[in-house]
């Protein structure tokens, strides 16, 4: 792709007859969202959805500040709460469907446990090229073949909560979602926060957001950009728990093709080991993984439908490649990780079999204290920790790290009254 100079792509987006969804790192310690707002000409009322935040959805002063636009919060999650209360009905449905997914989840993790073991041992495993090539290559497409299959079973349940939901029947719902669409109306911008992408996810599907989403300008950071791609990856390579594997989670709305989103990377990745980051982007291929830290964005751009087109427009997600951007690194398939620019003019397809770039693999064992021999047996030993534990949400939450949306809650410890934006 061409050089972008940040400054001028910037200035070149301001066009109000382009649609725009940008992406942003975490906000909660260097909030930008609106600088980057003011440079890309995004301007009008912005509805705000902190509903991953959960029961600290109201605390959103401190966005509001940031955003620097008239804003409303649409309270996606407290009203979920008002219409379970008068129609437990349709909460015990969902319910049931919830039970679904998480059992699915649990037989998914013990399968992928095995698949990625062996992908990671082959792909850091020495030998002649004409030999391994191929059984990494049939490693990788293993990992591949057991998360579309995750996802086609996932789908399916949705699927079958649909056949049977009729929002028709549920006046509760109804009215709640009137109200959002009322709000909806006088925006012409989107702020999607992170926190719980489970609850996130959930709450923008119940309530019909899928239409004004594609319809306006978004500005999403954090889980709030993960729930908006065509795949949601869920991942934490160091928690308290013990190295863990990424779980290809659900299918997103898909404004986007072609990234997935994957924030907090330098905290929740380890991306000094190439075998993780090949293997990451391999897997993810041939969507671009791409890596969201402070101070990090890209932006994607299309043409805005004429007015009074916009409802019979075909949903075509914006071109995967950045209009605009600044400090995001992608996660390459030779196992380095590169800035976005050099990163999206690499090939990601075809090369699941190909070696790792001896230089880095030479390069970890010394840091992690192994002799070159021992590197493929430590990746093989990497077993799957306990679960990780659901994040309880608010302006302190991060995504990746969540199991299933709206699990059962455990006693969670107390936590900081710092206020975030997310």
Same mark, same amino acid.
């Given at each position: 792709?061409?050089?972008?100079?940040?400054?001028?792509?910037?200035?070149?987006?301001?066009?109000?007859?382009?649609?725009?969804?940008?992406?942003?790192?975490?906000?909660?310690?260097?909030?930008?969202?609106?600088?980057?707002?003011?440079?890309?000409?995004?301007?009008?009322?912005?509805?705000?959805?902190?509903?991953?935040?959960?029961? /600290?959805?109201?605390?959103?002063?401190?966005?509001?500040?940031?955003?620097?636009?008239? @804003?409303?919060?649409?309270?996606?999650?407290?009203?979920?709460?008002?219409?379970?209360?008068?129609?437990?009905?349709?909460?015990?449905?969902? +319910?049931?469907?919830?039970?679904?997914?998480?059992?699915?989840?649990?037989?998914?993790?013990?399968?992928?446990?095995?698949?990625?073991?062996?992908?990671?041992?082959?792909?850091?495993?020495?030998?002649?090229?004409?030999?391994?090539?191929?059984?990494?290559?049939?490693?990788?497409?293993?990992?591949?073949?057991?998360?579309?299959?995750?996802?086609?079973?996932?789908?399916?349940?949705? @699927?079958?909560?649909?056949?049977?939901?009729?929002?028709?029947?549920?006046?509760?719902?109804?009215?709640?979602?009137?109200?959002?669409?009322?709000?909806?109306?006088?925006?012409?911008?989107?702020?999607?926060?992170?926190?719980?992408?489970?609850?996130?996810?959930?709450?923008?599907?119940?309530?019909?957001?899928?239409?004004?989403?594609?319809?306006?300008?978004?500005?999403?950071?954090?889980?709030?950009?993960?729930?908006?791609?065509? /795949?949601?990856?869920?991942?934490?390579?160091?928690?308290?728990?013990?190295?863990?594997?990424?779980?290809?989670?659900?299918?997103?709305?898909?404004?986007?093709?072609?990234?997935?989103?994957?924030?907090?990377?330098?905290?929740?990745?380890?991306?000094?080991?190439?075998?993780?980051?090949?293997?990451?982007?391999?897997?993810?291929?041939?969507?671009?993984?791409?890596?969201?830290?402070? /101070?990090?964005?890209?932006?994607?751009?299309?043409? +805005?439908?004429?007015?009074?087109?916009?409802?019979?427009?075909? /949903?075509?997600?914006?071109?995967?490649?950045?209009?605009?951007?600044?400090?995001?690194?992608?996660?390459?398939?030779?196992?380095?990780?590169?800035?976005?620019?050099?990163?999206?003019?690499?090939?990601?397809?075809?090369?699941?079999?190909?070696?790792?770039?001896?230089?880095?693999?030479?390069?970890?064992?010394? @840091?992690?204290?192994?002799?070159?021999?021992?590197?493929?047996?430590?990746?093989?030993?990497?077993?799957?920790?306990?679960?990780?534990?659901?994040?309880?949400?608010?302006?302190?939450?991060?995504?990746?790290?969540?199991?299933?949306?709206?699990?059962?809650?455990?006693?969670?410890p107390a936590r900081p009254r710092q206020r975030g934006v997310g």
């Amino acid at each position: 792709m061409p050089s972008l100079d940040a400054a001028s792509a910037a200035a070149d987006l301001r066009d109000p007859a382009l649609r725009k969804v940008v992406f942003l790192g975490p906000q909660r310690l260097a909030p930008m969202v609106g600088d980057v707002a003011e440079r890309l000409g995004i301007t009008g009322k912005a509805a705000i959805i902190t509903a991953g935040w959960q029961d /600290r959805e109201p605390e959103d002063g401190e966005l509001r500040s940031a955003l620097r636009l008239p @804003a409303v919060n649409l309270r996606l999650h407290e009203r979920w709460h008002q219409v379970e209360l008068e129609d437990p009905g349709l909460f015990a449905a969902h +319910r049931r469907r919830q039970d679904q997914l998480r059992a699915l989840e649990d037989l998914y993790d013990d399968r992928l446990r095995h698949t990625m073991a062996a992908a990671r041992e082959m792909l850091a495993h020495p030998g002649p090229t004409a030999l391994l090539d191929p059984e990494r290559a049939s490693a990788v497409a293993a990992v591949r073949g057991l998360d579309e299959h995750h996802l086609q079973r996932v789908a399916e349940i949705h @699927a079958a909560w649909h056949d049977e939901f009729d929002a028709r029947r549920h006046p509760a719902l109804q009215r709640q979602r009137a109200e959002v669409q009322g709000l909806l109306d006088e925006c012409s911008v989107i702020a999607v926060a992170g926190g719980h992408v489970g609850v996130l996810l959930n709450r923008l599907r119940i309530f019909g957001l899928d239409d004004a989403l594609w319809r306006k300008d978004v500005l999403a950071w954090s889980g709030g950009a993960m729930v908006l791609t065509e /795949r949601l990856v869920l991942f934490h390579d160091r928690p308290p728990q013990g190295a863990g594997n990424a779980e290809v989670f659900e299918h997103g709305f898909g404004l986007v093709s072609g990234v997935v989103c994957l924030p907090h990377a330098r905290r929740r990745l380890e991306l000094r080991d190439p075998v993780r980051v090949a293997l990451m982007a391999r897997r993810l291929s041939p969507a671009r993984a791409i890596a969201f830290d402070e /101070r990090s964005w890209l932006a994607f751009a299309a043409q +805005r439908p004429a007015p009074g087109d916009e409802r019979h427009e075909p /949903r075509n997600p914006l071109d995967g490649a950045p209009a605009a951007g600044e400090l995001a690194r992608v996660l390459c398939t030779s196992g380095q990780v590169c800035d976005f620019e050099e990163g999206f003019g690499q090939p990601c397809e075809g090369t699941d079999g190909a070696p790792i770039d001896s230089k880095l693999l030479q390069a970890e064992p010394a @840091a992690a204290g192994l002799a070159g021999s021992d590197v493929a047996s430590a990746h093989a030993r990497r077993d799957r920790p306990p679960r990780l534990n659901v994040d309880a949400g608010g302006p302190l939450a991060d995504a990746g790290g969540a199991v299933h949306p709206e699990a059962p809650a455990a006693a969670a410890p107390a936590r900081p009254r710092q206020r975030g934006v997310g």
